[in-house]
């Protein structure tokens, strides 16, 4: 079969290794994708030459993994690990392997791997070396271990949640017994690291059928195995989502089901897990300590908790708002009210964007534009809604950009000249001040002119230096 442009640039590593006497093939996921017309991630190469014979075939390599026999070789500016035909036995805790044996045969190699759509060759002349028909399984839309599911699965239970993936990644069917196999062994989640869990889960999520995850997530039981406990709520709507997809009605499923549909409209990643966090009804704390349960970096779970804080600050808003311009009687009046704001809408709206940063709060309208189920009571709400809703978050978005000042840096008049204008030493105060002179801008309360924040200053720090006798209302 004809190479993509990616395997035809190696071609030269497998000439090299063949002009040594040795089998050189393409192997794994680049030849999955290969025949799937998809773009390749990585170009790996399987061989008949042991590691020393690899590294003395070409003048740039670096010995990254010389026990489980993979040599990287660095070739015309691009890396390719290149690994010998092995054969593994004796798994320990249910991951990796302890004895590795080098072996000459690829048949033998290929039976070690998971799945028969990973488990192809590709020689260099194109012909494919398929011995467990992973590319009849690959054209019939199936996924299936090699040789024994659970023998599979006990060596690696990482291969549990890799055979979700999969299926979600290249829509397949998991075969029979490879999904009984899955819901027998699930137990051996246990014993995986839950980095590597939630590797497997960003690949989920950011991938192109996350709603086909979920479902199979939730059907399979897997959340409930894990090494670490994930959040109550995952499990309660796993178990919605579940049942909804075995045919029963769910009240809590069915509005889950379509919000997580919603979720492949959203090109970040990042704004997908924000969404599904807020389906779930995880707020800003519980979501962090989720992204820190699958070891997320710090900066993410940072992301993540301020969009969700300004979900919990404007969902609810937002729904009312959008249920009484959706019951208006006619439809154009519906979106030229929805591009005016209520007042208190406004203010909401700039506050929440001054608590939690102008970024976080574009990206809850850009996702709830995508996920309207975010806000909607129900689809026949969202049904109504959906007139209104883009020029309401049009007109949200239209707020935060014209916002005068969306940080105390922004303000025309600084923390020194606040200091000279109190004549009093620096504390708590200043900062109570400057977000007070903030709020004002933004809101449009004060203009964003030294002159004016320094007279609003002034007749705050004065209120302030009243005696308490005389504040207030003493009627």
């Known amino acids: ?22 089998e050189a093939v393409f192997v794994g996921g680049c030849v999955r994708d290969t025949l799937l017309g998809r773009p390749l991630k990585d170009v790996d190469i399987a061989t008949s030459a042991s590691p020393e014979d690899v590294i003395a075939a070409f003048p740039h390599t670096i010995p990254t993994g010389l026990q489980h026999g993979t040599v990287t070789v660095v070739h015309d500016g691009d890396t390719y690990e290149i690994t010998t035909f092995r054969t593994e036995s004796a ?10 044996r080098f072996v000459t045969e690829l048949k033998e190699d290929l039976l070690r791997r998971d799945f028969t759509i990973n488990a192809m060759a590709m020689r260099s002349d194109g012909t494919m070396v398929d011995p467990f028909g992973g590319r009849r399984d690959l054209g019939r839309g199936i996924l299936r271990c090699v040789g024994d599911a659970d023998a599979r699965l006990q060596e690696d239970a990482l291969r549990i949640v890799r055979a979700v ?39 989920m999520i950011g991938g192109r059928h996350p709603e086909r995850a979920g479902a199979l997530l939730a ?3 897997l ?21 909804l997809n075995a045919g029963r009605s769910s009240e809590a499923g069915e509005p889950l089901a379509r919000g997580i549909r919603g979720l492949a409209g959203l090109a970040d990643a990042e704004d997908r897990w924000a969404a599904l966090c807020a389906l779930l009804g995880l ?14 970096a710090t900066a993410r779970g940072e992301r993540l908790s301020v969009v969700l804080g300004v979900h919990g600050a404007m969902a609810e808003q937002a729904g009312r708002d959008l249920t009484a311009l959706a019951d208006q009687p006619v439809a154009a009046e519906n979106a030229a009210l929805a591009a005016r704001l209520r007042e208190d809408t406004r203010r909401s709206w700039i506050l929440a964007a001054l608590r939690h940063g102008q970024t976080a709060a574009l990206a809850w309208a850009g996702i709830v534009g995508r996920v309207p189920d975010l806000i909607a009571a129900d689809i026949h709400a969202a049904e109504r809604q959906h007139a ?28 020194k000249e606040l200091l000279a204008l109190a004549d ?22 004060v203009p964003n002119e030294k002159a004016a924040l320094l007279a609003e200053a002034a007749a705050r720090l004065a209120q302030e230096d009243r005696p308490h006798e005389t504040r207030g209302d003493h009627s």
């Open 1 to 22: 079969m004809s190479m993509s442009e990616a395997l035809t640039k190696a071609l030269p590593l497998l000439a090299a290794l063949e002009s040594r006497g040795f």
């Open 91 to 100: 798994y320990e805790g249910f991951r990796r392997p302890s004895e590795v």
């Open 165 to 203: 993936r999969f299926a979600a990644a290249y829509d397949l069917r998991i075969a029979p017994g490879t999904w009984r196999a899955i819901r027998r062994h699930r137990a051996l989640l246990a014993h995986i690291a839950m980095e590597r869990i939630g590797l497997e889960f960003d690949k």
């Open 219 to 221: 059907s399979s039981g």
């Open 223 to 243: 959340l409930a195995h894990t090494k670490e406990l994930l959040p109550e709520a995952i499990s309660s709507a796993a178990a919605a989502y579940a049942a």
């Open 283 to 296: 707020g800003a704390d519980e979501a962090a300590k989720l992204f820190g349960t699958l070891r997320y």
């Open 388 to 415: 209104v809703l883009g020029p309401y978050l049009q007109a949200l978005e239209a707020a935060v950009r014209g916002m005068p000042a969306g940080a105390v840096r922004d303000l025309a008049v600084k923390g």
């Open 424 to 445: 009093r030493p620096s504390g708590p105060w200043l900062g109570r001040l400057l977000h007070s002179l903030l709020e004002a801008a933004a809101l449009g309360a």
